[in-house]
């Protein structure tokens, strides 16, 4: 399983790109959200908040030659272009999603192949993207907030 994270500027500028992989299977959503686990911090999430908070990941966008050569097989075969192309894509949905209902969080946005589109958009129109496999809504939610209190402290 893995989670592909982009922060664009207001113009759709890519800013940041981060791809978490987890060796953790993915799970049913239903039984991950009946269990009521203690907090999101048990998710798949967890190791991608973690890398972006300075820890080291594989597959990050400033990586060197070892980091590129482990990112060129992504999630289901697909090499880094064409996530980029799916994230870019989806941008358009995201504008459109944002007009009809004024909300940050756009959850499950749109599905293209086994990848589910999620943004959130800031007040100041960063958008937050993120490709992932399985559905987890306030696991996700939590995640972008927390990426958004991050990303808040660095740009102050």
């Known amino acids: 399983m893995s989670h592909h994270l982009f922060l664009l500027s207001p113009?759709?500028?890519?800013?940041?790109?981060?791809?978490?992989?987890?060796?953790?299977?993915?799970t049913a959503t239903a039984s991950a959200l009946s269990s009521n686990l203690p907090s999101w911090s048990t998710s798949a999430f967890a190791g991608t908040v973690a890398a972006l908070s300075g820890a080291t990941s594989i597959g990050s966008s400033s990586g060197g030659q070892n980091a590129a050569s482990k990112t060129t097989g992504v999630g289901g075969g697909q090499d880094r272009h064409v996530v980029q192309m799916i994230a870019h894509a989806s941008l358009d949905v995201i504008e459109e999603t944002?007009?009809?209902?004024?909300?940050?969080?756009?959850?499950?946005?749109?599905?293209?192949?086994?990848?589910?589109?999620?943004?959130?958009?800031?007040?100041?129109?960063?958008?937050?993207?993120?490709?992932?496999?399985?559905?987890?809504?306030?696991?996700?939610?939590?995640?972008?907030?927390?990426?958004?209190?991050?990303y808040i402290k660095v740009s102050t």
């Open 98 to 150: 944002m007009k009809l209902n004024g909300t940050m969080y756009l959850k499950s946005l749109e599905k293209f192949n086994e990848w589910t589109v999620s943004a959130f958009v800031t007040p100041g129109n960063m958008k937050f993207v993120l490709l992932h496999e399985s559905r987890n809504d306030d696991g996700i939610k939590s995640f972008f907030t927390d990426v958004w209190e991050s």
């Open 11 to 26: 113009s759709d500028t890519p800013l940041y790109q981060l791809t978490h992989h987890s060796n953790r299977p993915a």
